[in-house]
T-cell receptor, first 114, second 114 residues
């Protein structure tokens, strides 16, 4: 089954403790992206990657890092999490030659930073 | 001004009603227009996409884009309780090196009552 898999689904952590949220897709997509979803703010892009070793900032990159060493994986790293990073996170990947086609989202990771 | 505006609702309708969901936007360079459906605790799933202006129909769903007014709509005919979800509009530029980043509305919560 074609899918984007995120882990963990739920995570509670303490301020300053480094964490990684993993994202993997099995569709051989070149483009991958991370979003966060907050009440009243909607979905906002954190980082995206157009291919292996090619990453760029989205709208809200502060406090996050990403890496793209393999095509299928795009982990999101929080080096020193803070409470304002409490949010629902989605990984997405896109296939096709352009435009809107092929965006597939993962099921989300609900992160709470205390 | 946020680039994409969407009334958050909630919108409550009886089963069988025609539902109209709308978004306005400010960036005239947007070329691809999408509607996503998001059930509680799930990631967004693509419902409809349209390139440029015009209408597109898929079963009970019709998407309309009016670029001159910077206005897009999603119509749901014969609404069902299973249509109860949050509906997100999204749009993107037609620039390949932008990664086709999705610009989302905040989502409209729809409840279809039996």
């Amino acid at each position: 089954e074609a899918q984007v898999t995120q882990n963990p689904r739920y995570l509670i952590t303490v301020t300053g403790k480094k964490l990684t949220v993993t994202c993997s897709q099995n569709m051989n997509h070149e483009y991958m992206s991370w979003y966060r979803q907050d009440p009243g703010l909607g979905l906002r892009q954190i980082y995206y990657s157009m291919n292996v070793e090619v990453t760029d900032k989205g709208d809200v990159p502060e406090g996050y890092k990403v890496s793209r060493k393999e095509k299928r994986n795009f982990p999101l790293i929080l080096e020193s999490p803070s409470p304002n990073q409490t949010s629902l996170y989605f990984c997405a990947s896109r296939g096709g030659t352009g435009g809107a086609r092929g965006y597939t989202f993962g099921s989300g990771t609900r992160l709470t930073v205390v | 001004q946020k680039e994409v505006e969407q009334d958050p609702g909630p919108l409550s309708v009886p089963e069988g009603a025609i539902v109209s969901l709308n978004c306005t936007y400010s960036n005239s360079a947007f070329q691809y227009f999408m509607w996503y459906r998001q059930y509680s605790r799930k990631g967004p799933e693509l419902l409809m996409y349209t390139y440029s202006s015009g209408n597109k129909e898929d079963g009970r769903f019709t998407a309309q884009v009016d670029k001159s007014s910077k206005y897009i709509s999603l119509f749901i005919r014969d609404s069902q309780p299973s249509d109860s979800a949050t509906y997100l509009c999204a749009m993107t530029l037609d620039i390949s090196n932008s990664g086709y980043a999705l610009n989302f509305g905040k989502g409209t919560s729809l409840l279809v009552t039996p």
